[in-house]
């Protein structure tokens, strides 16, 4: 007898003759379709009872007294949320049925109470703080029946509650403050009692239930009355927003805890839920991460209310501080072991843009001052340290970012340098520090730009800013600053810099100290092992375009001192003696050799300009050139690099000719005959090199005369 197939009551029914019962059981699409039509028809049916229960309303509302009116919604609201409860926890009841009578039950409650106010029969401040108990018994009710969409009618229900706070403080400006202090406790009640409430769920359900807060926490930054609560009392208005905050950071942190655990049990084997087998390495993207951007919202919200109330600076840093102080506090806890590797990278990134807006609060037109830039880097520093030590390089990344664009923000007096050049170094010592945490990292690898940015620009220029403030004379701490930053560019360049990116750790300790770029050869061409060495030589001529520098050397500029100029160009030169010898073993490479020599003309003809304090076209200039030329004659010889002895030949032909038809006609006698000379005497000791050269390369070989 041929099995019973499914009628379309549920019950089985019997299969038709010559049909396989496989094909009789529904289709995935029927399946589909079925419960689409569920959830539509229970929607249509939710809104048919409540269209008919506010037409019968509207036609009687004239003859109902508003107590009665009120009473009888409030009594069929709570007896819809009684009965969708006991529908809820029967077995045979479909959720869908039980969420539809809760969810109609939660909402007329919220209409009945806030009616209740509106028509005046409830005071504001007790029909508040029962729209509060309400909330949170639809909170607790969520929870002990797992129906989701009750936390929704509650998070809406909270939403039209905060509405009603802001329109009641809008009408009775001096209730303010009671008002701002009543939605942030309602804020925070219903956060505690979702994360109290929410252990009673399945672990994998969790993250859904705590949504209400969060939304609430948005809501209450937008409507909050803070403009009518500050002029009643700042300290009151600076405590009720960092509160508002201190709740938004805790829920996160206990939402995203939640959804993590949530996803740990959803993918862990069965052996690993009983703690007998290691869980997989490879994770996908949870997106309940991207609930931490609910902070940097908040705060953005409330940078752009609390920057156009009307007071001094100094209330508006003590938010700041405030602000700070609790931002500070949740990136502590992020340093938990327990909580450190719970998304991460989304909660440092967002901790860290929450507390730059949480800073700007407090900052006036002329920048940070040192108090508040110091504890706003501070923060950054420990949001960015948990993404570290989680194993995610972004940190480093975002921190030297930070560092580097942190001037912006900043005061531009001394006190303000001594707290960048700080927040510089712990960058760096981060960085290594997540080296040293993470050996088999290859991401950390192209950290090193981080470091040598750090290094070579905001140290040194920092170091010499604290400098000048500490008793240095002004005039000095520019020439300083820049000749830091080449010395570190030459000492970098020397551990190996220009061989490639190494880890840091091991660049700054030495271990690749003398590495250049060599030439490659293979698939019939050579090539350079690494283009680190060309990039360097670059950024060594953009070091020679700052405009210390250029100032220096413009003759019609500001008149440095000689001190300075020798400074300067002491850093000049030792930069073109680095750039020479990072590309020496790659001048026979044309490109590169064209680099080495017209970044080490440029830098050299740089450094006499300096020294010799004289225009480009004075006699200084063309010797430093004609020199040039035959140092590139050389090394062009030395390292049979043909396009660098092409350059310094035709370099030095346009110095002799410029010393004898242009430059010199304005000369003394005397100065014309010395560097006639000097010209001669250079243009003759080429002539014998090229000689020599030539009889070297077109000698037979010793093989070819023993033949």
């Known amino acids: 007898m041929p099995p019973a197939a499914p009628s379309w009551t549920g019950a089985p029914g019997p299969v038709p003759r010559g049909q396989d019962p496989l094909t009789a059981a529904p289709s995935r699409p029927a399946r589909t379709e079925s419960r689409v039509g569920t959830y539509l028809l229970a929607g249509a049916a939710a809104l048919l009872v409540i269209l008919s229960g506010a037409t019968l309303v509207a036609m009687l509302w004239d003859a109902i007294p508003d107590t009665v009116k009120v009473g009888a919604v409030l009594a069929l609201g709570v007896g819809l949320t009684a009965t969708g409860t006991w529908l809820a926890l029967r077995r045979h009841v479909s959720g ?34 029962a729209l509060g108990a309400w909330t949170l018994v639809l909170i607790v009710l969520a929870a002990c029946t797992r129906l989701v969409l009750t936390t929704v009618i509650a ?62 926490v948005v809501v209450t930054a937008v409507l909050a009355p803070f403009e009518g609560a500050h002029r009643i009392s700042v300290p009151g208005t600076a405590a009720a927003t960092g509160l508002l905050v201190g709740v938004l950071v805790a829920h996160l942190l206990v939402l995203t805890a939640c959804a993590r655990a949530a996803q740990d049990l959803r993918e862990a084997p069965p052996a690993d839920r009983d703690g007998q087998g290691p869980s997989p390495a490879a994770r996908p993207s949870n997106p309940w991460g991207a609930a931490w951007l609910g902070a940097p919202l908040v705060l953005a919200v409330l940078f752009v209310r609390l920057i156009a109330l009307p007071d001094a600076p100094l209330d508006s840093r003590t938010s700041s501080h405030l602000l700070l102080a609790v ?27 929450a507390a730059l807006l949480a800073g700007l609060i407090g900052s006036p037109l002329g920048g940070l001052p040192a108090p508040l830039l110091g504890e706003l880097l501070l923060v950054a520093l420990l949001a960015e340290v948990s993404v570290l030590l989680a194993g995610d390089v972004s940190g480093a990344w975002v921190l030297g970012l930070l560092a580097v664009l942190v001037q912006a923000v900043a005061a531009n007096r001394w006190d303000d340098s001594v707290v960048v050049l700080a927040n510089a170094l ?29 290094l070579v620009w905001r140290v040194p220029l920092t170091a010499a800013a604290t400098a000048g403030g500490l008793g240095l004379p002004q005039r000095w701490v520019p020439a300083l600053g820049w ?130 304090d004289t225009a480009v076209t004075g006699a200084a200039a063309g010797v430093a050139m004609l020199v040039s030329g035959a140092l590139a004659i050389v090394l062009g010889f030395r390292r049979r690099a043909r396009a ?16 004898a038809f242009w430059d010199l006609g304005a000369q003394s006698s005397l100065t014309r005959v010395l560097a006639l000379l000097v010209g001669g005497l250079v243009c003759f000791g080429l002539s014998v090199l090229y000689a020599r050269a030539d009889a070297q390369w077109g000698a037979p070989s010793p093989a070819a005369q023993a033949a």
């Open 644 to 659: 660098v002895r092409l350059y310094g030949l035709c370099l030095v032909i346009l110095m002799v000719l410029r010393f």
């Open 327 to 353: 931002l500070g506090a949740a990136a502590l806890a992020r340093l938990l072991p327990a909580v450190r590797p719970t998304f991460a990278a989304w909660a440092g990134h967002c901790l860290l843009a």
């Open 155 to 216: 998070a809406l229900g909270g939403v039209a509650t905060a509405a009603l706070a802001a329109g009641q403080a809008a009408a009775r400006p001096q209730e303010s403050l009671l008002a701002l202090l009543l939605m942030v406790s309602y804020v925070g009640a219903t956060a505690l009692a979702s994360a109290v409430v929410v252990r009673v769920v399945p672990p994998t359900a969790r993250p859904a239930h705590l949504v209400a807060p969060l939304l609430l």
């Open 426 to 454: 712990a960058v760096v010592c981060l960085v290594l520090l997540a080296d040293h945490l993470l050996p088999g990292n290859g991401a950390v690898r192209p950290t090193t730009l981080v470091v040598a940015a750090l």
């Open 96 to 129: 869908l049925h039980a969420a539809t009578v809760m969810g109609i039950g939660g909402g007329l409650g919220f209409v009945g109470l806030m009616g209740a106010c509106l028509l005046g029969i409830v005071p504001a401040v007790p029909a508040f703080a």
């Open 483 to 612: 000749g830091l930053s080449a010395a570190a560019l030459v000492l970098l360049a020397a551990l190996g810099l220009g061989q490639g990116l190494h880890r840091p750790l091991a660049l700054l300790a030495g271990r690749h100290a003398g590495d250049r770029a060599r030439p490659v050869t293979g698939t019939g061409r050579t090539r350079p092992s690494s283009w680190a060495s060309v990039i360097l030589a670059l950024v060594a001529w953009a070091w020679s375009w700052n405009w210390t520098l250029l100032d220096a050397a413009a003759p019609d500029g500001v008149a440095a001192a000689q001190g300075q100029r020798i400074v300067l160009g002491a850093a000049t030169l030792a930069l073109a003696v680095a750039v020479v010898w990072l590309l020496a073993p790659l001048l026979a490479l044309p490109f590169h050799g064209l680099v080495a020599a017209l970044v080490g003309t440029w830098l050299v003809v740089a450094a006499t300009l300096l020294v010799r």
